[in-house]
């Protein structure tokens, strides 16, 4: 069975940095678009950056020149470095990826929690 495994969450103070991984294992063939969603308190999962396969990014405006989506394909990981860092962005961060295994579907990491201090 395929799972994505998030680390690298916690505590920061407003202006931070933090990096957040996540790594895919199990039968994997390979794997298409990797992204990073995030869910604050009483708000809907929101979509915060992708990648492609080919590398191709697509970020939410409000993270646009603060957070960088990287991704290591022979590591099946994906990164979100995350600097300059708002109360606002505090929420759990799901990390998501399109993995063709014995099926082709989308699998969810269980999140890791970011919170920012003001």
């Known amino acids: 069975q395929v799972q994505l495994v998030e680390s690298g969450g916690g505590l920061v103070q407003a202006g931070g940095s933090l990096r957040l991984s996540c790594a895919a294992s199990?039968?994997?063939?390979?794997?298409?678009?990797m992204g990073w969603y995030r869910q604050a308190p009483g708000k809907e999962r929101e979509l915060v950056a992708a990648?492609?396969?080919?590398?191709?990014?697509n970020y939410a405006d409000s993270v646009k020149g603060r957070f960088t989506i990287s991704r290591d394909n022979a590591k099946n990981t994906v990164y979100l470095q995350m600097n300059s860092l708002k109360p606002e962005d505090t929420a759990v961060y799901y990390c998501?990826?399109?993995?063709?295994?014995?099926?082709?579907?989308?699998?969810w990491g269980r999140g890791t929690q970011v919170t920012v201090s003001s």
């Open positions: 199990g039968i994997i063939f390979s794997i298409n678009d």
């Open positions: 990648i492609t396969s080919g590398g191709s990014t």
């Open positions: 998501n990826a399109n993995i063709a295994t014995i099926i082709t579907r989308s699998f």
